[in-house]
């Protein structure tokens, strides 16, 4: 993978995750000098009355003169997250991100504080930190815990995967050693929300173009009227997403014997999929330019600036980022809904107008029945993981936080979100794939619900790509098996964006 440079200004989801994947990371020389420059203005014009405001609102009284011992209690006070730890990937990210704040130069921090976070990037050192325990608003514990371990405190981090203490995980690496003003720092910012949601973009942005995938064959088997897709029609209403869905499924159908134009319209699972697929593309852009804005942005309390001073504001709140997720939230829903509905229709003899559960014989074996309920049951949960954590907030700190942003909650309910969409389109390209045996074997069911033998029909050139990728992976339903091993390959395979095919990229 190619190196991550950290500048502060330029940082993508797409290069997050491979930082979070194990990328080497470095930091950009502007963006060194940068910090140089700022961390001499801030120790030669240091306003301590700011700091002394700061550690008082946060509980630790005002620095005493032994303030590296004050330093690290206060570091191990705002430990107090619980839960399971993260993911090895989302602690990368915060490390990651987190570096990238401090390139922007507005910190007042030394380059030597993103260098340390950067090595432990490079030397694979990995904080153990709790999942939960923020709400959204500075964000202290997550980073408090990776803090901790960054300076030899304590706590538990992988090396290299294997679970150890913070002194010997970090063995060979510098530690943190932060001034007051760097430890604020390094433990305040929506940095948590940030990372969580950088990985999402990329991750939707797979699973999206796989949807259009999924949906293309499920138009073969039901034997869909492609004029839904019409440019003029959809170009008309003139969202830019619904242009781009409809554009790809044209494509990925392109060569199809078995879409039917001008039949009685189908349901909307069908006729309307690029306007549901293409609200999901427009709200994923949307979302993906507030992340990198995020990205990249000065997020820590007070800023420095050594042209006019240091100014305190409220830039750590992750209402932005908290808002986004939210609508990611329900973009994805709506994505894994339709699919179902195309699930329930592909499986239902008397709508598909092949076998029901498209096993041959029903008498005996339940085919994929299990396969639509299944979907059944995690579109419902995706509907409860779409409430908008952001609508809720709660005081903390004295009432100092008296609105806080659940950014963390809605960037984990994204993340959550994706992961269940992940195992919905399987079970379409599943169900998509043995529908297509049907037609491509030449079977189809009679009126009577007899299996006759129709005239052999082809997908597109695309669909048969992805028809032939499915087969390779899970053998045609001829009688009942197992499902769960197949949906388990299937949907690791659509994680991985096996299915991912934009032809926006080919071209």
Known sequence: MAEVLLDGK????????????????????????????????????????????????????????????????????????????????QVRAILAARANVLATGTTGCRPECADA????????????????????SAAPAPLAHILRVACGFGGRALRNGVPTSAREAMAGLNFVEPTEKE?????????????????TIPFAERLLHTAEMACALSFEVVRADP????????????????????????????????????RNPDPFSIRCAPAVLGAAQDALQYVKTVVQRELNGACDNPLVFPETGTVEAGNFHAAPVALAMDHLKVALTQVASIAERRVFRMTYGQLSGLPSFLVPN?????????????????????????????????PTVQHLEDHVSMGPTAARGALTILEILADVIAIELLCAAQGLDFHIRGRAVDPS???????????????????????????????????????????????????????????
């Open 117 to 136: 976070l950067i090595e432990m990037l490079n030397r694979d050192v990995v904080p153990e930190v709790p999942g939960k325990g923020s709400v959204g």
């Open 449 to 507: 619900g007899k299996l006759v033998e129709v005239p052999s029909r082809q997908p597109g050139h695309h669909t048969r790509q992805a028809w032939e990728a499915v087969r390779q992976m899970v053998e045609p339903w001829e009688d009942d098996r197992a499902l769960h091993p197949e949906l388990e390959v299937l949907g690791s395979a659509v994680r991985g964006g096996l299915f991912s095919y934009n032809i926006d990229e080919e071209e």
């Open 10 to 89: 330029t940082l993508t989801p797409a290069a997050l995750e491979r930082a979070a994947r194990g990328a080497t990371v470095g930091l950009d020389d502007d963006a060194r000098a940068r910090m140089e420059e700022t961390a001499r203005w801030y120790r030669n014009n240091e306003p301590s009355d700011i700091i002394r405001r700061k550690w008082h609102w946060l509980g630790a009284g005002s620095p005493p003169q032994d303030s590296k011992q004050r330093i690290r209690t206060f570091i191990e006070s705002h430990c107090g997250g619980v839960g399971e730890p993260l993911p090895k990937a």
């Open 183 to 199: 430890a604020l720092t390094l433990i305040n910012g929506a940095t948590l929300t940030a990372a969580l949601a950088g990985l």
């Open 227 to 262: 004029d839904c897709l019409s440019p003029l029609a959809i170009g008309r209403r003139n969202h830019p997403g619904a242009i781009g869905v409809a554009s790809r499924l044209r494509h990925l159908l392109q060569g199809s014997q078995l879409v039917v134009p001008g």
């Open 362 to 394: 029903t008498g005996l074996n339940s085919g994929l029945m299990l396969a639509q309920y299944t979907a059944a049951s995690l579109v419902s949960e995706c509907k409860v993981l779409a409430h908008p954590a952001s609508v809720d907030s709660i």
